[in-house]
């Protein structure tokens, strides 16, 4: 079956550093997606690897080891608007995302 | 970036009546739209693939007679909510795939369902 594994929960301090990890299974692979998600909005897009390494966009970065079925998401100098749900979502061969349950990122000053 | 947008962005029913959410793709033409519930503190769970002038595809435990969906146009999918009952309330969400890889998904506001 195809799955997608991330933790349910975490909590970090204003200005550090999170990384939040991610592990699929799925049929086949055209990608890695990350979106984020804040409180009674729509997820909106974040990143998308689909080679093996890290990929940098300003605070955010996101990794892939296809090899591993392995993706995280670092976020540095956090801001309290960080505060969100994170969302590790696949595209399998038919290019249909399989979505994580997400990840709530809590942010404390 | 593409834009998608939904409508309404909030509505409140009376239990038995019929709800129409409507999905646009506003600067690209999306053969494909889903449609998303989600509950409170919930992760999001696919109710079906819409795709533009076929039936659409629903996922195992969602009632297709129950959720309508109509993909007319390349811009337009409505989701009807048919006879709402109050387990019905959530939020709804749309997204729209792009037409290139790697087929990103752009979503809607979302719409939040309240049937009393």
């Known amino acids: 079956g195809q799955n997608i594994d991330q933790p349910t929960e975490m909590t970090a301090t204003e200005g550090a550093i999170v990384q939040i990890n991610c592990t699929y299974q799925t049929s086949g692979f055209n990608g890695l997606f990350w979106y984020q998600q804040h409180a009674g909005e729509a997820p909106t897009f974040l990143s998308y690897?689909?080679l093996d390494g890290l990929e940098e966009k300003g605070r955010f970065s996101s990794f892939l080891s296809r090899s591993k079925g392995y993706s995280y998401l670092l976020l540095k100098e956090l801001q309290m608007k960080d505060s969100a749900s994170y969302l590790c979502a696949a595209l399998d061969s038919n290019y249909q995302l399989i979505w994580g349950a997400g990840t709530k990122l809590i942010i404390k000053p | 970036g593409a834009v998608v947008s939904q409508h309404p962005s909030w509505v409140i029913c009376k239990s038995g009546t019929s709800v129409k959410i409507e999905c646009r793709s506003l600067d690209f033409q999306a053969t494909t739209m889903f449609w998303y519930r989600q509950f409170p503190k919930q992760s999001l769970m696919l109710m079906a693939t819409s795709n533009e002038g076929s039936k659409a595809t629903y996922e195992q435990g969602v009632e297709k007679d129950k959720f309508l969906i109509n993909h007319a146009s390349l811009t337009l999918s409505t989701l009807t909510v048919t006879s709402a009952h109050p387990e019905d309330s959530s939020f709804y969400i749309c997204?729209?795939?792009?037409?290139?890889?790697?087929?990103?998904?752009?979503f809607g506001p979302g719409t939040r369902l309240t049937v009393t």
């Open positions: 690897n689909v």
């Open positions: 997204s729209a795939r792009g037409l290139a890889e790697p087929y990103e998904q752009y």
